[in-house]
């Protein structure tokens, strides 16, 4: 399993909301309420071989709330 953490910038007074569809979904590991530019920032465990942007695109992308996201792909750990 590959760790990928997602930061989503959502619509203004949907940050609860889109809390809720994700954490329903149980895909995340860890989810958290963040400043600045971005309201969520959630750790998610994919397959080695699992597609990370159709994950991304069928599994969060399509919350309805979310303005924009942004995908930090992980490597090694130190």
């Known amino acids: 399993m590959k760790p990928i953490f997602v930061q989503l ?7 609860y909301e889109v809390a809720d569809v ?27 071989e699992q597609d990370i942007g159709k994950f991304i695109n069928d599994n969060i992308a399509t919350v309805p709330g979310i303005n924009r996201s942004l ?3 992980t490597f090694n750990a130190f």
Request: aromatic content about 10%; proline content about 3%.
């Open 9 to 15: 910038q959502c619509a203004p007074g949907k940050t």
């Open 22 to 48: 994700i954490y329903k979904k149980e895909i995340v590991s860890e989810m958290y309420s963040t400043s600045g530019d971005y309201d969520l920032l959630i750790k998610v465990y994919v397959d080695e």
């Open 71 to 73: 995908t930090t792909l």
